[in-house]
């Protein structure tokens, strides 16, 4: 089945800055690429997502990356805030596994003033 | 439009006691997840149902058993609990049947179990 593997597990940058973090899967099958943003104590809730046919999409300071070839996918903020603080976890979907969506391990995202 | 709602927000149990999770969506959503989330292992995908009638085990089914009453509620059973299924549960809906689709999750719920 699908894994995905994301790093770093911990980023810390200073307010402005920009944060890189990347994400590989294995399922060459897999076409939808979502990503979440968690705050401490509250619910996953989706901030940008990738398919397949599309190589990189933006939504003003957040914008993701894909590249199928390598099966690996990635988030970059720019101009970082200290709201950007929080978790942030990416996902793989594909058709043939029913759209489950699987989710990798974490980046903890620190913005220092 | 309340979105994804989950009951209860926190609970405790001893090993061996049972309880149910109760999730309900508004969205007029297909399909329905259950995941549990553990520090440092991201959200593992418990059990899901495509449409309502239908249920399917994710990642780490063992343990758990689910219940799609209806279009609106999908429900996690834990029969005996155990000190290892001590996490945050959280459900979550998506809008189209077996489809890629953005996932809306709930809440979540704590358990302890002692």
């Known amino acids: 089945g699908e894994n995905v593997e994301q790093h770093p597990s911990t980023l810390s940058v200073q307010e402005g800055d920009s944060a890189v973090i990347k994400c590989t899967y294995s399922?060459?099958?897999?076409?939808?690429f979502p990503w979440y943003k968690q705050e401490l104590g509250k619910r996953p809730q989706l901030i940008i997502d990738i398919r397949s046919n599309v190589g990189e999409k933006k939504d003003q300071r957040i914008a993701v990356t894909l590249n199928k070839t390598a099966k690996h996918f990635s988030l970059h903020i720019t101009e970082t805030q200290p709201e950007d603080s929080a978790v942030y976890f990416c996902?793989?979907?594909?058709?043939?596994?029913?759209?489950?969506?699987?989710f990798g391990q974490g980046t903890e995202l620190s913005v220092k003033p | 439009n309340a979105g994804v709602t989950q009951t209860p927000k926190f609970q405790v149990l001893k090993t061996g006691q049972s309880m149910t999770l109760q999730c309900a969506q508004d969205m007029n959503h297909n399909s329905m997840y259950w995941y549990r989330q553990d520090p440092g292992m991201g959200l593992r995908l418990i059990y899901y149902s495509a449409s309502e009638g239908t249920t399917d085990k994710g990642e780490v089914p063992n343990g758990y058993n689910v219940s799609r009453l209806n279009k609106r509620e999908f429900s996690l059973r834990l029969e005996s609990a155990a000190p290892s299924q001590t996490s945050v549960y959280f459900c979550a809906s998506s809008g189209r049947t077996t489809s890629t689709d953005t996932q809306y999750f709930g809440p979540g719920t704590r358990l302890t179990v002692l």
């Open positions: 996902a793989a979907s594909s058709y043939n596994q029913g759209g489950k969506l699987i």
């Open positions: 399922d060459s099958a897999s076409n939808y």
